[in-house]
């Protein structure tokens, strides 16, 4: 049986974007939270075949073609790489993580990337699709975002959840007592009707 996380997951993977700005910050999600990056190289790693699918379909939108397959031995994971020296760095320019004064990867979210809520939502999906975990709404919204880069702050991260124009009810952060992640909590006629909480994990010496 498929978990309620997995099963978000494949319905995400149906959905595409409308706008060239939005592929690009759903891509810049997956790479951030799913992917082994450098000037020559992207390795995408991923559990869910869904997923894969769905990279690879955004990577082509953005012109670039990666290599498929089976990652280990027997593990039900799959990867999808790209190696090129010339296409990656300006890929990696368009999703605003080169720095242009120095040339160097940042592994960081670049405001104007996410300016627009559009784009703020499609990195979110790609943050998720890539490095996120959901448990099953009755027990509340809680969400868990996994990331590999320690220059990756979780206030980067976590100001993508400015859901205040998007949400039907005034939503009120709250930071939780571990520090690294905020409870958001709906109001309604002074009671709480409902709350999901969104924590953020960076892997000390994580890789893939």
């Given at each position: 049986?498929?978990?309620?996380?997995?099963?978000?997951?494949?319905?995400?993977?149906?959905?595409?974007?409308?706008?060239?700005?939005?592929?690009?910050?759903?891509?810049?999600?997956?790479?951030?939270?799913?992917?082994a990056?450098?000037?020559?190289?992207?390795?995408?790693v991923?559990?869910?075949?869904?997923?894969?699918?769905?990279?690879?379909?955004?990577?082509?939108?953005?012109?670039?073609?990666?290599?498929?397959?089976?990652?280990?031995?027997?593990?039900?994971?799959?990867?999808?790489?790209?190696?090129?020296?010339?296409?990656?760095?300006?890929?990696?320019?368009?999703?605003?993580?080169?720095?242009?004064?120095?040339?160097?990867?940042?592994?960081?979210i670049?405001?104007?990337?996410?300016?627009?809520?559009?784009?703020?939502?499609?990195?979110?999906?790609?943050?998720?699709?890539?490095?996120?975990?959901?448990?099953?709404?009755?027990?509340?919204?809680?969400?868990?975002?996994?990331?590999?880069?320690?220059?990756?702050?979780?206030?980067?991260?976590?100001?993508?959840?400015?859901?205040?124009?998007?949400?039907?009810?005034?939503?009120?952060?709250?930071?939780?007592?571990?520090?690294?992640?905020?409870?958001?909590?709906?109001?309604?006629?002074?009671?709480?009707?409902?709350?999901?909480?969104?924590?953020?994990?960076?892997?000390?010496?994580?890789?893939f």
């Amino acid at each position: 049986m498929k978990s309620f996380s997995r099963l978000t997951k494949g319905e995400l993977c149906k959905t595409e974007n409308t706008k060239a700005c939005c592929d690009r910050a759903e891509h810049a999600g997956m790479l951030l939270f799913g992917a082994a990056v450098n000037r020559s190289a992207v390795r995408f790693v991923t559990e869910n075949q869904d997923v894969l699918s769905a990279y690879a379909a955004l990577s082509r939108r953005l012109g670039m073609e990666p290599a498929v397959y089976r990652n280990g031995d027997g593990a039900a994971r799959y990867a999808a790489e790209i190696q090129d020296a010339v296409m990656i760095p300006r890929l990696l320019n368009e999703l605003k993580l080169i720095d242009p004064s120095t040339g160097v990867i940042r592994y960081r979210i670049d405001p104007a990337l996410v300016r627009e809520d559009c784009c703020r939502r499609a990195f979110i999906k790609g943050a998720f699709l890539s490095g996120g975990t959901v448990i099953d709404p009755r027990k509340n919204y809680n969400l868990e975002l996994v990331t590999p880069y320690l220059g990756l702050s979780r206030e980067d991260a976590l100001g993508c959840f400015d859901m205040a124009k998007s949400y039907p009810a005034p939503l009120t952060p709250k930071a939780l007592e571990s520090g690294d992640g905020v409870l958001y909590e709906a109001m309604i006629d002074g009671s709480i009707t409902t709350s999901f909480s969104v924590r953020m994990v960076t892997l000390s010496g994580g890789s893939f």
